[in-house]
């Protein structure tokens, strides 16, 4: 049987899996949807009035939208990047760790495109922006660089993980002379989806806050936190419910590996901050409003602080073996490190570098109701799209959805 | 209706965005069907016409006459401007001149705040240029304060602009006579040209701008004050309408003081040229190289 067919056969299998399930599952999926919905029913409105329904004004020109995007750039690269220490360890189940990891990154690179288009002001001239068709700006425009990368790494990524479903569900051992070169392309591919989103802010020279070297390889560590957090706890469910043999001691070793990129990430956050500080420039302005806040605007403050308490933990939970070990802990761990990171990226990477602005100005910044529903609304796009196809992939990894299976019930 | 810019324009917007990719291939055709022309790529002929149709769009929308020019940049011309800090005292008219020339929105319920292409930041003479001090918010009917001095700022048109090359989209450029300007129609409203602007030139329509009709300058220029629609950045081009026709910009010849100079920078005998010579010349955040073709001056 041709692949397409077998393809056709797969999607109809998949859309069968994904509409049958526990009530817990429909319920989930259902809270899910009405999220998408209500985010839609926000950006409708910010579509027919403008990004004037956003907390955004000409001071500070981008918000959380932007700092969302980011954050999830870091997602969808280090969930692939899992791919190195999963080979230089040896952990077993190597393939379907990359298989999971692609799937995360599917996912966070769909969100991270909603994020661009909901941030956009006339989203309406969107093929002005597309490969081929508009009018990138190459080489010097960071951002049409940046979309070259998304796009490349979103499709590179959707072709290795529907190649090695599809293989699986036909019964076939996936060839490895296609899909290995794809896989280890992906791996500098994620470090340039990486380093191409921190260029875009680090390259401008009057946002002194951004336009610092450490900025990309900060982006790199803390990535290295967050996006294997969500892999963690996704690898524990697996455990559960799949046979797949997947050792307590791999996933003590990717906390242990993610204590070591978070020690690294608040050594640079230390070096950042004893360069400012030492040197007490008017550059000192913005890390100052992020963590004591200026002239009585301190909204930001509370925050930062939540991050900074939050990475810390984490990474004593980590570091300590008898802690990490403990699922508890693990889990705690994980969520503490998302959340810092998300933070750390969603609001304190972006808005202090406008606070104050490039006259001086302090416009304190605060996302709007509608941006909060909007983004709510993308990450519930997110979250159903990778609940859905890691459910179609646990079912082709269990075995549960075959090609023969399908042939069968089609025969009778 | 004829098949050129504006039509094209239009239909881009009802385009649906994902059809874009698969059809990557043909680019050419669906540039022609869907996306339309950018300005820069024009020839002649195809800016007239565009020029036309603005013209009939603005008649029916705004209901008077208006004239939309496309005068290209003159050969053997580089403008620049120039600001005496001694004899500038805060008045502001500038600011009202600018935006009654350049129809920026006036803002207002529904429309957002007003836009303004300069900003006239108020400073302590005791700390010199220091924008952290520096105060936007001042009271013009209170100047000059004492123990103060006034600073415009506005486009500063750089030899080296960072705006324009993080542009995506390539929807702004620098012309060959110096002055940096914006494709509205082509702006996909990213707002990186704003993060990378030192010197907070750049505006952003928030929402619809507010522009009545009585209120519009007719005269106008295809990359300069014509209207501007929601969602795309706008920012002084040193009044191209005006500049390209041998005028001065609204803001020097609104200015009660004196303290602004314009001029071509190619021409030897020009005041601009004779002031730089005379002069001190102070340029603003001088240390990003983005060589400004805007002069302050002093002493
Ligand atoms: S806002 Fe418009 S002009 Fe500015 S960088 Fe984006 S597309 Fe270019």
Not at chain 1, 3 to 11: E, G, I, K, Q, W
Not at chain 1, 177 to 206: E, K, Q
Not at chain 2, 131 to 139: E, F, G, I, K
């Amino acid at each position: 049987m041709s692949f397409l067919r077998a393809f056709a056969a797969f999607t109809t299998g998949s859309i069968r899996v994904v509409t049958r399930g526990s009530v817990a599952y429909f319920a989930w999926m259902a809270a899910l949807l009405a999220l998408v919905v209500v985010g839609a029913i926000a950006y409708s409105g910010q579509f027919e009035h403008g990004l004037i329904r956003t907390g955004m004004r000409d001071p500070v020109s981008w918000g959380f939208y932007i700092g969302n995007f980011t954050f999830l750039v870091g997602v969808a690269a280090a969930a692939v990047i899992l791919v190195i220490p999963a080979y230089v360890y040896h952990w077993k189940p190597i393939k379907e760790i990359v298989l999971f990891g692609e799937l995360l990154a599917v996912s966070a690179l769909a969100m991270c495109m909603l994020f661009v288009l909901a941030d956009m002001g006339r989203p309406d001239r969107l093929l002005h922006i597309v490969p081929l068709i508009g009018n990138m700006h190459l080489p010097s425009s960071l951002l049409a660089w940046d979309v070259v990368v998304l796009n490349g790494y979103f499709y590179l990524n959707l072709t290795v993980v529907t190649y090695l479903l599809v293989s699986w569900f036909r019964g076939r051992d996936p060839d490895k002379r296609f899909f290995t070169p794809l896989v280890l392309f992906s791996i500098p591919m994620a470090v340039g989806i990486h380093s191409v989103t921190a260029f875009v802010y680090n390259g401008l020279a009057g946002r002194p806050y951004w336009n610092a070297s450490i900025l990309a390889p900060r982006f790199l560590v803390s990535a290295f936190c967050s996006g294997p957090a969500v892999m963690l706890v996704l690898l524990q469910v697996l455990r559960r419910v799949t046979k797949l043999d997947i050792k307590r001691e791999a996933l003590s070793k990717i906390a242990e590996l993610m204590a070591y990129a978070m020690f690294v990430n608040l050594f640079f956050l230390g070096a950042e901050v004893f360069k400012e500080v030492y040197s007490d420039t008017h550059h000192l302005k913005h890390l100052e409003y992020l963590y004591f806040g200026l002239e009585g605007h301190t909204a930001l403050v509370p925050w930062a602080w939540t991050s900074f308490v939050c990475n810390v933990a984490a990474f004593v939970l980590f570091v300590v073996p008898r802690l990490r070990e403990k699922a508890l802990w693990l889990n705690a761990g994980c969520v503490l490190i998302f959340a810092g990171v998300f933070i750390e990226k969603g609001i304190g990477l972006v808005v202090p570098g406008y606070t104050p602005s490039v006259l001086g100005e302090i416009y304190e910044y605060a996302p709007s109701t509608t941006e909060l529903l909007v983004s709510a609304g993308i990450f519930g796009i997110g979250a159903l799209l990778f609940t859905a196809t890691t459910r179609v992939a646990i079912a082709v990894v269990r075995g549960d959805l075959r090609l023969e299976a399908e042939t069968q019930a089609a025969a009778a | 209706m004829s098949d050129d810019g504006v039509t094209r324009r239009a239909v881009l917007g009802a385009a649906a965005a994902g059809a874009g990719l698969a059809l990557a291939g043909c680019r050419k055709q669906l540039v022609d069907e869907f996306v339309s022309t950018r300005l820069a790529e024009m020839d002649r002929d195809q800016v007239r016409r565009f020029v036309g149709e603005l013209e009939t769009r603005y008649r029916e929308q705004y209901g008077r006459d208006v004239h939309v020019a496309d005068t290209p940049a003159e050969e053997g011309v580089l403008f620049a401007y120039g600001l005496d800090l001694d004899r500038c005292n805060g008045n502001r008219k500038c600011v009202e001149a600018c935006v009654e020339e350049n129809n920026q929105s006036r803002g207002g319920t529904g429309h957002g705040a007003p836009i303004q292409w300069i900003t006239v930041l108020e400073m302590d003479k005791e700390r010199g240029v220091d924008l952290d001090h520096a105060n936007m918010y001042y009271d013009a009917e209170q100047v000059p304060r004492e123990g103060h001095f006034y600073l415009p700022v506005q486009c500063q048109h750089c030899d080296n602009p960072p705006c324009t090359k993080v542009c995506p989209v390539e929807a702004t450029w620098k012309e060959p006579d110096g002055i940096v300007v914006i494709d509205y129609d082509w702006c996909i409203g990213c707002r990186c040209c704003m993060s990378a602007c030192p010197y907070g030139a750049r505006h952003f329509n928030w929402t619809e701008p507010n522009l009545p009709a009585e209120q519009l300058n007719p005269e106008m220029h295809v990359l300069g004050n014509r209207p501007r629609m929601r969602g795309v950045v706008e920012k002084c081009t040193f009044c191209v309408q005006r500049t390209r026709r041998g005028l001065y910009p609204a803001c020097h010849e609104a200015c009660p003081t004196g303290a602004r100079v314009f001029g071509n920078l190619l021409d030897p005998a020009s005041e601009i040229r004779q002031l730089i010579e005379r002069k001190r010349v102070f340029l603003l955040k001088a240390e990003l190289n983005t060589r400004p073709s805007f002069f302050y001056f002093y002493g």
